[in-house]
């Protein structure tokens, strides 16, 4: 009876734990590029805190783009765990999404469960997904 519970526990416990570890393989489908040439910065952020601070992602891509409508960018081994993305066209290569003097981007951006509130940026909550050890492909539409 020991063994049988001991054995129980042991596997639960492994089980919890490669849960913990699971990895994903995600595909980022970004559209509405207009045929635009510049780089895509694509940022992977795990709280408020973090969330669009350049230097604080958890993952970031750097993609080329010129003449295309859209493009998917390669995600592999994403740790379980819950995430926002925030997404720019740098179009004139400063490396930064610039702002008009009133704080409106003058650079198409898009986030991750394609939230676009009016006089704002989206937050952390709002473009939040969970990542749980599932391949997916999310589809962000820039703005």
């Known amino acids: 009876m020991t063994r049988k519970l001991f054995t129980l526990s042991f596997a639960c416990l492994f089980f919890t734990a490669s849960s913990a570890f699971a990895q994903a393989q995600y595909k980022i ?5 207009d045929n635009k040439a510049g780089k895509l910065y694509i940022g992977w952020y795990t709280d408020q805190e973090t969330f669009m601070k350049p230097r604080k992602t958890a993952l970031v891509k750097i993609v080329p783009v010129k003449d295309q409508s859209e493009i998917t960018v390669d995600f592999d081994k994403v740790p379980s765990g819950t995430y926002a993305i925030s997404t ?3 179009e004139n290569g400063n490396e930064d999404l610039d702002l008009s003097v009133v704080g409106k981007p003058k650079e198409k951006y898009g986030f991750s469960n394609n ?3 009016a006089m704002r940026p989206a937050d952390f ?3 939040a997904f969970e990542v749980n050890g599932e391949n997916k492909t999310l589809i962000i539409k820039l703005k």
């Open 29 to 33: 489908k970004v559209t509405n590029l």
């Open 88 to 90: 720019f066209l740098d």
């Open 115 to 117: 939230v676009t509130p």
């Open 125 to 127: 909550k709002e473009a």
